[in-house]
């Protein structure tokens, strides 16, 4: 996959109380890669690329709903995501995401989701400050490169955030990336 695919490594999971008794809990996992410093991206595209992360944030996410912001829907090489169901969020009510579902902002997304287990949020930098707080648990991509950039994640709470397991790894492509996932803590 192309290399502009900016921040779709880092996940995280929501839970909102629902008052349907079917589903008593609801998951939103925010999913992002990020470099030194947090950086998720620069001039709307990701300034590295490591296969291993892109085939993870396929297997992750597929069959599941994906919540983006417009920058993130417009850097897709391909639209709408396959095997997934697509919502960008945009402030221009006039916007149309072709193939995607259209919303003006993070909680009209996750009513659109209320069915769902899970729901993927995939960044930018704004999506991922606005749920941040909702989030049940993190699926994040942490790369050891240092890279100039212009959209970051949010910085986490250690208070809030327990590591729940951590894998490590060379890239094919070179540089050392970490698997982290992140719940928050009760």
Same mark, same amino acid.
């Given at each position: 996959?192309?290399?502009?695919?900016?921040?779709?490594?880092?996940?995280?999971?929501? !839970?909102?109380?629902?008052?349907? &008794?079917?589903?008593?809990?609801?998951?939103?996992? +925010?999913?992002? /890669?990020? @470099?030194?410093? #947090?950086?998720?991206?620069?001039?709307?595209?990701?300034?590295?690329?490591?296969?291993?992360?892109?085939?993870?944030?396929?297997?992750?996410?597929?069959?599941?709903?994906?919540?983006?912001?417009?920058?993130?829907?417009?850097?897709?090489?391909?639209?709408?995501?396959?095997?997934?169901?697509?919502?960008?969020?945009? !402030?221009?009510?006039?916007?149309? &995401?072709?193939?995607?579902?259209?919303?003006?902002? +993070?909680?009209? /997304?996750? @009513?659109?989701? #209320?069915?769902?287990?899970?729901?993927?949020?995939?960044?930018?930098?704004?999506?991922?400050?606005?749920?941040?707080?909702?989030?049940?648990?993190?699926?994040?991509?942490?790369?050891?490169?240092?890279?100039?950039?212009?959209?970051?994640?949010?910085?986490?709470?250690?208070?809030?955030?327990?590591?729940?397991?951590?894998?490590?790894?060379?890239?094919?492509?070179?540089?050392?990336?970490?698997?982290?996932?992140?719940?928050?803590?009760?």
């Amino acid at each position: 996959m192309p290399p502009h695919y900016r921040s779709r490594a880092i996940c995280y999971t929501i !839970r909102l109380s629902e008052p349907d &008794a079917k589903h008593t809990m609801q998951h939103i996992t +925010l999913i992002a /890669a990020y @470099a030194a410093e #947090r950086c998720i991206g620069s001039q709307n595209t990701i300034p590295w690329h490591i296969p291993e992360d892109f085939a993870f944030f396929k297997a992750y996410t597929l069959g599941k709903p994906v919540v983006m912001g417009r920058k993130t829907w417009e850097s897709l090489p391909r639209k709408p995501l396959p095997g997934r169901r697509n919502i960008v969020i945009s !402030r221009n009510p006039d916007y149309v &995401a072709e193939g995607a579902e259209t919303v003006s902002g +993070l909680n009209e /997304a996750l @009513a659109l989701c #209320r069915d769902a287990e899970e729901i993927i949020i995939m960044g930018g930098a704004q999506i991922y400050a606005q749920a941040l707080p909702l989030a049940t648990d993190l699926r994040l991509t942490e790369i050891e490169l240092s890279v100039a950039g212009d959209a970051f994640f949010p910085e986490l709470d250690a208070a809030q955030w327990q590591p729940v397991s951590r894998e490590t790894h060379t890239s094919a492509k070179g540089p050392l990336y970490s698997f982290v996932h992140y719940s928050r803590r009760t």
